[in-house]
């Protein structure tokens, strides 16, 4: 069984004991090579012993684990992002399709990351998921936050106010972006939903989730008119609701997108 070389960096001393002591039990191939508290211990560990994998706390001692990422053009490692609940972080997180654990860690979930690293260790673009998720840092709960849309071949790293709408389609999700392009997405619709939730996003029907910012018209017996031309039923019991919603200037104006 090949190992993989791990770093743990966090800036209290017993979690780093505690994830140490899990990944030993719990993920044998994996080799703790050091641990660090800080960001220059964290840029210098990795400098010196090239890890395969990097569990890294958001919230360090005066920095961020995103501020390290930052000192990296290329990065030759994966990451496992180790976190406390905060909304907007995890928005960020999830939408950039990076992979992360909540303290306090569970033994289920930490494998799961693991497994899941080491199978994206043979890709080459993760450089572009973790540029993607410093972007979004900055852009937190903004619709100027891009969406790493996986596709059957590629990731496509779209800003979310280029989403006129989703479509459920059998087992996948077609997008539909507002230069009239489509990308057909191997996300199941219930995911896109998760993710966007927060970003002015609604599901009128079980099968179809829109944009806000792109209601054209609503017709009275259920359709809403998106910018495209595409007509979207509304279910019968979501109508109040949804007429609510919108006739109360629920929708974002477009100057704060």
């Known amino acids: 069984m ?3 070389k791990a770093i743990i960096v966090d800036d209290e001393i017993k979690l780093q004991q505690v994830l140490q002591n899990k990944l030993k039990v719990q993920c044998p191939s994996i080799e703790v090579v050091a641990s660090v508290s800080d960001v220059d211990a964290a840029y210098n560990a990795i400098h010196t012993h090239t890890p395969d994998i990097v569990f890294l706390d958001i919230h360090l001692i005066e920095e961020t684990g995103f501020d390290l990422l930052k000192r990296f053009t290329q990065l030759h490692f994966e990451v496992i992002f180790v976190t406390g609940f905060n909304d907007y972080v995890l928005d960020a997180l999830q939408v950039s399709a990076v992979d992360y654990v909540l303290k306090p860690i569970l033994n289920k979930k930490l494998i799961a990351a693991v497994d899941r ?3 994206r260790l043979r890709h080459k673009e993760r450089t572009d998921f973790y540029r993607n998720l410093v972007h979004n840092t900055h852009h937190l709960g903004r619709q100027s936050t891009k ?4 596709s059957a071949d590629a990731y496509d ?6 989403i006129i709408r989703c479509e459920g389609w059998d087992k996948y999700t077609r997008i539909h972006l507002k230069n009239g392009k489509e990308i057909l ?9 998760d993710m966007l939730a927060s970003y002015n996003f609604y599901s009128p029907h079980k099968s179809h989730l829109i944009n806000l910012n792109y209601i054209s018209r609503y017709l009275k017996e259920g359709i809403v008119v998106m910018e495209d031309a595409a007509q979207v ?9 949804f007429a ?3 006739l109360d200037g629920f929708v974002l ?5």
């Open 233 to 241: 039923p509304v279910a019968r019991r979501k109508r109040e609701q």
């Open 2 to 4: 090949k190992g993989f």
């Open 117 to 119: 690293a080491k199978k």
């Open 244 to 246: 609510k919603k919108v």
């Open 157 to 162: 790293f779209i800003q979310i106010s280029d």
């Open 185 to 193: 997405s191997t996300y199941y619709l219930g995911i896109f939903k």
């Open 253 to 257: 104006r477009r100057n704060e997108i």
């Open 147 to 150: 969406i790493a849309i996986p």
